[in-house]
């Protein structure tokens, strides 16, 4: 039986312009994972440095933080049976070309650089973003 988790979600600039934000909140709820938190922000640079902070020496980091730093996210916690594992099952492969149909990101995105959805990639990761985004109490 898998554990109850916490993951940090977090749905991308493109998506929240795009207005593809209800539509990925109604696939994240259908799962039956439950969205502990919600809320808005548009990101400081520090803190998208720090969250991608295994990418700094990759080319695209410049555009990486300039892209998630471009508009407002919508930034969550999703909680439930296997809850990391189940988000990034739904979100799909990282980069949308390789992301399978009746994915998120197999149906919404078509550009690595503009991939829709963030999830965290592992119980570690789920607490230090949990903590990054939403405070040391959350
Ligand atoms: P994931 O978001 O699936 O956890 P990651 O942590 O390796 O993947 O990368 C974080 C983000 O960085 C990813 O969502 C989009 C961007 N990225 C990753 N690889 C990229 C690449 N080859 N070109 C452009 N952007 C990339
Ligand atoms: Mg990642």
């Known amino acids: 039986m898998a554990d109850i988790e916490r993951t940090y979600i977090m749905i991308k600039p493109d998506a929240v312009r795009d207005r593809k934000v209800g539509e990925i909140i ?21 803190t998208v440095r720090e969250h991608y902070a295994h990418l700094a020496d990759k080319p695209f980091f410049a555009d990486l933080v300039a892209f998630m730093t471009s508009g407002p996210v919508v930034k969550m916690i999703v909680s439930g049976l296997g809850a990391i594992g189940k988000m990034r099952t739904i979100m799909g492969a990282t980069n949308p070309l390789d992301a399978a ?10 550009d690595v650089n503009s991939n829709i959805i ?9 607490a230090i973003e949990i903590r990054r985004f939403f405070g040391e109490d959350a």
């Open 118 to 126: 963030h999830g965290s990639d592992g119980p570690d990761t789920a």
């Open 101 to 110: 149909p009746g994915t998120i990101r197999g149906d919404f995105a078509i």
């Open 26 to 46: 109604t696939r994240i709820e259908r799962t039956g994972l439950t969205i502990e938190r919600l809320d808005m922000a548009t990101l400081d640079a520090d």
